[in-house]
Nanobody, 115 residues
Framework: QVQLVESGGGLVQPGGSLSLSCAAS????????MDWYRQAPGKQRELVAT???????NYADSVKGRFTISRDNAKNTVYLQMNSLKPEDTAVYYC?????????WGQGTQVTVSS
């Protein structure tokens, strides 16, 4: 059974940095796109960043220039480096992997940006 395990969330002051990671456990082969989403209280879940198998990336306008997505295919892991964090970045962050026509989601990790 495949599970995605996220880590790295927490509380940080505005302007600070956090690094998230999401690793797949269990037998999983052929991961295609890896994504990070987030959901703030009372809001819909939104796509934050995507990285393809070839390493091409795409970001939401709200995080461009501040967040960086990367992946380690050998470890079936995706990372999200978040810099210059703002209070509006506060949300639960989720990773998502696409394998063929199937999608797998992580359990979510809380990121709180507050002074």
């Amino acid at each position: 059974q495949v599970q995605l395990v996220e880590s790295g969330g927490g509380l940080v002051q505005p302007g600070g940095s956090l690094s998230l990671s999401c690793a797949a456990s269990g037998s999983i082969f052929g991961i295609r796109d890896m994504d990070w989403y987030r959901q703030a209280p009372g809001k819909q879940r939104e796509l934050v960043a995507t990285i393809t198998t070839s390493g091409s990336t795409n970001y939401a306008d709200s995080v461009k220039g501040r967040f960086t997505i990367s992946r380690d295919n050998a470890k079936n892991t995706v990372y999200l480096q978040m810099n210059s964090l703002k209070p509006e970045d506060t949300a639960v962050y989720y990773c998502k992997f696409r394998v063929g026509i199937r999608y797998y989601w992580g359990q979510g990790t809380q990121v709180t940006v507050s002074s």
